[in-house]
């Protein structure tokens, strides 16, 4: 099956530090998510972007899906970006055959 | 607009006793998800539903069944709950397999003694 990796796993930042998340994926995707699991671990939906660039108030995402990976920007962190942001593919040709898979995550922590 | 609610969103259960995690959406989805996440283990699938139904075995589905009651709503029942089912449950829905946006529910914290 495809393989999702997203780097760093950790990452420590100052408030107001930029950081750029990565998710790199073995094979084309049907589409691509970005979620945010806040410390109370609720999921929220950052990103839709199986290509191309999009960008909401300080985030924004970058898929370059034929070089099989996506990029997560946060600029001016501050303390709520905290929590784990998980990277999702969905690769698939029709039917029953469309598979959904999550990568492991990278733990954001923001210090005041 | 509510999204995906789940319910109850804590249970504490003693090992053996049954229970039925309930699970809606008003996004008019037509595949619904059961995930389970676990420290270390990301989110692991249980079932899914493509379409109403439909029910599916994901990776992890001994112990757990699922109904697809309508197309709003999805349930998973343990039977028998075991301590190794302490997890956070979460609900999830999709306007179709492979298409648009998946959207969580809040969680479900379960804890079996």
């Known amino acids: 099956g495809i393989q999702v990796e997203q780097s760093p796993p950790d990452l420590i930042l100052q408030e107001g530090a930029n950081s750029t998340l990565r998710c790199n994926f073995s094979d084309s995707v049907n589409n691509l998510q970005w979620f945010h699991q806040n410390p109370w671990g609720q999921l929220i939906n950052l990103f839709y972007i199986p290509s191309g660039t999009k960008q909401n108030g300080r985030l924004s995402a970058t898929t370059v899906a034929t070089e099989r990976y996506s990029l997560l920007y946060i600029s001016s962190s501050q303390t709520t970006d905290s929590g784990v942001y998980f990277c999702?593919?969905?690769?698939?040709?029709?039917?029953?055959?469309?598979?959904?898979?999550f990568g492991k995550g990278t733990l954001l922590t923001v210090n005041p | 607009n509510a999204g995906v609610t789940q319910t109850p969103k804590f249970q504490v259960l003693k090992t053996g006793q049954s229970m039925t995690l309930q699970c809606a959406q008003d996004m008019n989805h037509n595949s619904m998800y059961w995930y389970r996440q676990d420290p270390g283990m990301g989110l692991r699938l249980i079932y899914y539903?493509?379409?109403?139904?439909?029910?599916d075995k994901g990776e992890v589905p001994n112990g757990y069944n699922v109904s697809r009651l309508n197309k709003r709503e999805f349930s998973l029942r343990l039977e028998s709950a075991a301590p190794s089912q302490t997890s956070v449950y979460f609900c999830?829905?999709?306007?179709?397999?492979?298409?648009?946006?998946?959207?969580f529910g809040e969680g479900s914290r379960l804890t079996v003694l």
């Open positions: 999702a593919v969905v690769r698939g040709s029709g039917g029953s055959n469309y598979k959904l898979t």
């Open positions: 539903s493509a379409s109403e139904g439909t029910t």
């Open positions: 999830a829905s999709m306007i179709d397999r492979g298409t648009g946006e998946l959207f």
